[in-house]
Nanobody
Framework: QLQLVESGGGLVQPGGSLRLSCAAS????????IGWFRQAPGKEREGVSC????????NYADSVKGRFTTSRDNAKNTVYLQMNSLKPEDTAIYFC?????????????????WGQGTQVTVSS
C-alpha cells in the first residue's frame, strides 16, 4: 500500500521553528517530485514548496521564501520542510504529496499521492 506520512507538526510561538518530515512506505520517493501544501480553515489548499527528484530544483511560495527550506534524503526515503521565523498566518494543516515526474509545479492537481497532514499552529 502506497502511503505518505507527515510528522513534526505542533504548537509553536511566533518566531519559532519546526521541521516537518514526510516519510514514504510502499514505494520509494526517489522516483517522485515532492510537494508541501497547506490548508488553513476556510481557505483553499496552497502550494508551499516543491522539490525535484534529485533535490537540485526547488520552488517556494512568496509568503515563505527566506523562511522555509525543503530538502530530501532519498536514502532515508524522507523529505523535510524546515520552517523558521514562523508567523500566525502559517497556521494550517500541512500535507506532503508525490508526483511521478522529475519536477512538478506546486499545483495540487499535479500530485497523485497524499499524506493525511499534520497540524501546525503558530500562536502565543
Amino acid at each position: 500500500q502506497l502511503q505518505l506520512v507527515e510528522s513534526g507538526g505542533g504548537l509553536v510561538q511566533p518566531g519559532g521553528s519546526l521541521r516537518l518530515s514526510c516519510a514514504a512506505s510502499g514505494f520509494t520517493l526517489n522516483t517522485y517530485a515532492i510537494g508541501w501544501f497547506r490548508q488553513a480553515p476556510g481557505k483553499e489548499r496552497e502550494g508551499v514548496s516543491c522539490i525535484s527528484i534529485s533535490g537540485s530544483n526547488t520552488n517556494y511560495a512568496d509568503s515563505v521564501k527566506g523562511r522555509f527550506t525543503t530538502s530530501r534524503d532519498n536514502a532515508k526515503n524522507t523529505v523535510y520542510l524546515q520552517m523558521n521565523s514562523l508567523k500566525p498566518e502559517d497556521t494550517a494543516i500541512y500535507f506532503c504529496a508525490a508526483a511521478p515526474r522529475l519536477f512538478s509545479p506546486c499545483v495540487p492537481a499535479r500530485y497523485v499521492y497524499w499524506g493525511q497532514g499534520t497540524q501546525v499552529t503558530v500562536s502565543s
